[in-house]
């Protein structure tokens, strides 16, 4: 069974940046779809990165130029990259795994992301 880990949340300043790290219990990659995703209070959770077997990337509209989704496969780790922050990113941010070929979804636990002067 997948595990996923983040790691890397914090307080920031608005412009500043946050890396933050998705750690998952084995090689996945090729199999699964890696995302980031969002909630905000009161809102729904939201979409904010995502990135195939193959590296293809696709990003919401509201960070595209922003944040940047990555991946190291030996150390089995999804990062995203976040710049220019600005108050409204502010959320608890969540790593996801779609495997390809059954659609099970894995959840991570969540990192808050606070962005504040």
């Keep these: 069974q997948v595990q996923l880990v983040e790691s890397g949340g914090g307080l ?5 940046s946050l890396r933050l790290s998705c750690a ?4 996945i990659f090729s199999t699964h779809f890696m995302g980031w995703y969002r909630q905000a209070p009161g809102k729904q959770r939201e979409l904010v990165a995502v990135m ?17 989704i990555s991946r190291d496969n030996a ?6 990259q976040m710049n220019s922050l600005k108050p409204e990113d502010t ?3 969540y790593c996801n795994a779609r495997n390809v070929f059954s659609s099970q979804i894995t959840w991570g636990q ?3 992301v606070t962005v504040s002067s």
């Design 110 to 112: 969540g990192t808050q």
């Design 91 to 93: 959320a608890v941010y």
């Design 12 to 16: 920031v300043q608005p412009g500043g």
């Design 52 to 68: 195939a077997s193959g590296r293809s990337t696709n990003y919401a509209g509201s960070v595209k130029g922003r944040f940047t």
């Design 75 to 80: 150390k089995n780790t999804v990062y995203l």
């Design 24 to 27: 998952a219990s084995g090689s």
